[in-house]
């Protein structure tokens, strides 16, 4: 999970855009399926899709979407008597800029939006409809990578910077996103032509608390 500083690739959509710039190709697409907890769900799964494309030399846009299934979930009463099976669904939808201020050094900013539909109605007492919150990215890359790939690569994101989200129709109770501030370095050594090792570490920090 270390991807903050590493090179950049279709999927830096969701680590840190502001590697985009400095990708060997003009554009990139990826898509991603992820079956999860499979031995508990068979319906459970995360899905993405992430793409860039390079307007010039300086300049990127990206976008990228993730969607997940959390399979058939039971509510019950406080009894433990069941009420219904729903099917919790979270999707987020991003699109982001990117733009190179020197050589070595790029910003990045992207967009967000999250929808989060883990149960709808009255249970227990308490009407719950879907969440929904809309957010933003700051990132930065340096890259001082040479023609062969080799040399040092760091990256600062901060994540999640938005409203807050509320389960409950009259809004009781929100909770915050999880903001991030993220740090990261890599360093890649070239041994052939073909081959390469890279070496990276990120360090992240909780930004704010779950809830009000």
């Known amino acids: 999970n270390a991807r903050i500083a590493v090179s950049a690739t279709a999927n830096a959509a969701f680590n840190n855009i502001a590697q985009i710039p400095f990708a060997e190709e003009n554009s990139g697409i ?3 399926y992820s079956p999860w907890l499979k031995e508990i ?11 860039y494309h390079k307007l010039d030399d300086e300049q990127a846009l990206s976008a990228s979407l993730r969607y997940f299934n959390l399979g058939d979930a039971p509510v019950t009463d406080y009894n433990g008597n069941l009420l219904q099976t729903v099917k919790p669904k979270e999707l987020s939808f991003d699109v982001g800029y990117t733009r190179k201020l020197s050589k070595k050094i790029s910003l990045g900013l992207a967009f967000r939006y999250i929808n989060s539909r883990l149960v709808q109605g009255d249970y227990n007492g308490t009407p719950y409809k879907a969440a929904s919150a809309v957010a933003a990215d700051i990132s930065a890359s340096f890259n001082n990578l040479d023609k062969e790939g080799r040399g040092f690569t760091a990256g600062l994101v901060i994540a ?3 409203t807050k989200m509320s389960y409950v129709r009259n809004d009781a109770q929100k909770y915050f996103l999880p903001g991030t501030l993220g740090i990261g370095a890599a360093y890649t ?5 073909k081959h390469t090792v890279t070496l990276a570490v990120d360090a992240n920090k909780l ?3 779950i809830a009000t």
């Open 207 to 209: 930004l704010a608390p």
């Open 160 to 162: 999640n910077l938005g």
């Open 41 to 51: 769900a068979n319906n459970m799964f995360l899905a993405t899709i992430a793409g």
């Open 189 to 193: 050594f070239v041994i052939n032509e």
């Open 30 to 32: 990826a898509v991603t």
